[in-house]
C-alpha cells in the first residue's frame, strides 16, 4: 500500500493507524479508520483531486505540445478540469473484454452526464492496445473521436504512453475508479485495490477481486455474477446500469452536501472502502498470510523430515512407492445403504491388497451445493474380512441429502503428508 498511496493519505493514515501501520497485524485498522471525522477524510479527498488535475495540466499540454497541437490547445489543457468537480479514471490495457469503450455505448447520454452544469463530471482515460491488437487499437480511436467533440472536450481527457508513473498519479486522485471487464476475464484487477488506500471508489463489474470485496456500503457493482459471453444484449443492458448507477446514485451522493459543504453519505463511503477493503486486498495482508499458513508450516515439515538424516523423509519416499505398486489392486467390494431416523448408514467392503490400512482412508464424499464446501465424512474402519486384506467400513450423514449424493472413496494417508499434493491418488467407489 506505501508503493501506492499519495503523501496526502499518506498523512490521514498516519495519524489515524501510526506510520508503521502495515508491518502489524492489521487488525485495529478499520476501527482505527472509523475514528476518522468526516471533514478530514474531506479534506484529504479535495487535496489529492487538487494533487491529480494539476498532474494532469500539465501532462495533457506537454502531450499535445509533443504531437504538434496549436498553441491555444496547450494553453487550455494548463486550465482543463476543475479540482471541485467529481472526476472518475478509466485506466488499464485496451483489450476488447474489458469493455473500455461500454461508457460510449450511448454516447449522447454520456455527453449529458459529463455537462450536467448543476452536476458536472470529468472522466480521465489512460491505456495502450498491443501493437498487434487492431480491435484494441479501434477503442482508443473511438474515444479519441468523442473527446474531438466540442461538448465534451472540457470534460474528457485520454493521456497517452500509459506507464506505472501515470497509474501511481490517478490512483491517487479520481474519486471512482471503473472497471467494465466482461465477466469472467478479468484475472484479478488490481488497479481498483490501489485506490483504496487513497480514497477512491469502485464502480466495477463482479468479476475478479471485486466479485468478493463487494458490497453495497464500499462502492457500486455491475452485473449479476454470471457469465453472458459476448451477447451485445447483455453488453447494452450493462451500458444501461452503468449510467443509471451514475446518474441515480454516484453523483446524487456526491453532490449532496451538508451545511459545511461535505457530502456525508459520499465520505462514509470512503470510510467504508477503506476501512474495511485496504487491509484485506494489500500484499502486506497476503504476505503474512503466506508465510504464517505456508511458509512456516513449510519450513517446520522440513526440518522435521530431514531430521536424523532424514528417516522420516524416507518412510515418506518408502510409503509413496507402496502406494505406487499397490494402488491398482485396491478395489470395493459390497456397498450397502440404510437410511434410519434421520441418517443414511454407509457399509462399504474395501479389499486393500498389499496395503497397510493405517496408510490409506476411506470417506464419504458429496460435491458442495450452490458452490458450497463438499461434504467429506471419514468412514470407521470395523470388521476384517476372511482370507483377504479387506476391512468393512461405515460411516453416516444426515439424510437431508438422498444416499445417491454420496460417494464412498479411498485416499492416501499419512501423518505430515499434504494429500492430494503429495500423493494425489484416489479410488471412487462405482
Not at 463487494?214 to 452485473?223: K, N, Q, S
Not at 459520499?266 to 470510510?271: E, G, H, N, Q, Y
Not at 518408502?318 to 457399509?347: I, M, P, T, Y
Not at 460417494?407 to 494417508?413: A, G, L, S
Request: charged share 25%.
Amino acid at each position: 500500500m506505501s508503493s501506492w498511496d499519495s503523501e496526502e493519505s499518506d498523512a490521514l493514515w498516519t495519524g489515524a493507524c501510526g506510520k508503521d501501520r502495515w508491518r502489524g497485524t492489521l487488525e485495529t485498522v478499520e476501527e482505527d479508520m472509523r475514528g476518522v471525522s468526516d471533514s478530514r477524510l474531506w479534506e484529504c479527498r479535495a487535496s489529492a483531486r487538487q494533487s491529480l488535475i494539476e498532474y494532469v495540466r500539465e501532462r495533457l499540454s506537454r502531450q499535445l505540445e509533443a504531437s504538434g497541437a496549436l498553441p491555444e490547445e496547450v494553453e487550455g489543457a494548463k486550465h482543463i478540469f476543475d479540482a471541485n468537480t467529481l472526476t472518475l479514471g478509466f485506466a488499464r490495457r485496451f483489450a476488447p473484454y474489458k469493455r473500455s469503450n461500454l461508457l460510449l455505448h450511448d454516447s449522447e447520454r454520456l455527453l449529458r452526464i459529463l455537462t450536467d452544469p448543476e452536476r458536472p463530471v470529468q472522466l480521465i482515460i489512460a491505456g495502450k492496445a498491443h501493437p498487434a491488437d487492431q480491435a484494441g487499437q479501434g477503442l482508443i480511436q473511438e474515444w479519441t473521436h468523442f473527446i474531438r467533440r466540442t461538448e465534451a472536450r472540457k470534460h474528457v481527457i485520454f493521456l497517452s504512453d500509459y506507464d506505472m508513473l501515470l497509474t501511481g498519479q490517478l490512483v491517487q486522485g479520481v474519486d471512482v475508479w471503473i472497471n467494465t471487464p466482461r465477466r469472467p476475464w478479468e484475472a484479478c484487477g488490481t488497479s481498483g485495490m490501489k485506490v483504496l488506500v487513497n480514497g477512491g471508489i469502485n464502480l466495477s463489474e463482479l468479476d475478479g477481486w471485486w466479485a468478493e470485496a463487494y458490497t453495497p456500503e464500499v462502492g457500486w457493482a455491475m452485473g449479476d455474477g454470471k457469465e453472458h459471453g459476448d451477447d451485445p444484449a447483455w453488453d447494452a443492458a450493462e451500458a444501461e446500469v452503468l449510467y443509471t448507477l451514475l446518474d441515480r446514485e454516484v453523483i446524487p451522493e456526491f453532490y449532496t452536501r451538508d451545511p459545511n459543504g461535505i457530502p456525508v453519505a459520499w465520505v462514509a463511503r470512503i470510510r467504508e472502502s477503506m476501512g474495511r477493503l485496504t487491509p484485506r486486498f494489500s500484499s502486506n495482508r497476503t504476505v503474512r498470510e503466506y508465510t504464517e499458513q505456508y511458509y512456516i508450516p513449510a519450513a517446520a515439515a522440513y526440518r522435521k523430515r530431514a531430521a536424523d538424516k532424514g528417516v522420516i523423509g524416507t518412510q515418506l519416499v518408502h510409503w509413496q512407492r507402496v502406494l505406487e505398486q499397490e494402488w491398482s489392486n485396491l478395489c470395493f467390494g459390497e456397498v450397502k445403504v440404510a437410511s434410519d431416523e434421520g441418517k443414511h448408514v454407509f457399509e462399504a467392503q474395501v479389499y486393500l491388497s498389499g496395503l497397510d490400512p493405517n496408510t490409506v482412508q476411506v470417506e464419504l464424499y458429496a460435491n458442495g451445493v450452490n458452490g458450497g464446501e463438499p461434504v467429506r465424512q471419514e468412514m470407521t474402519r470395523g470388521r476384517e474380512l476372511v482370507g483377504a486384506n479387506g476391512y468393512v467400513y461405515t460411516g453416516q450423514v444426515r439424510s437431508t441429502r438422498p444416499t445417491a449424493d454420496y460417494t464412498v472413496r479411498v485416499i492416501p494417508h499419512h501423518s505430515g503428508v499434504a494429500v492430494p499434493l503429495e500423493a494425489a491418488r484416489i479410488l471412487w467407489q462405482r
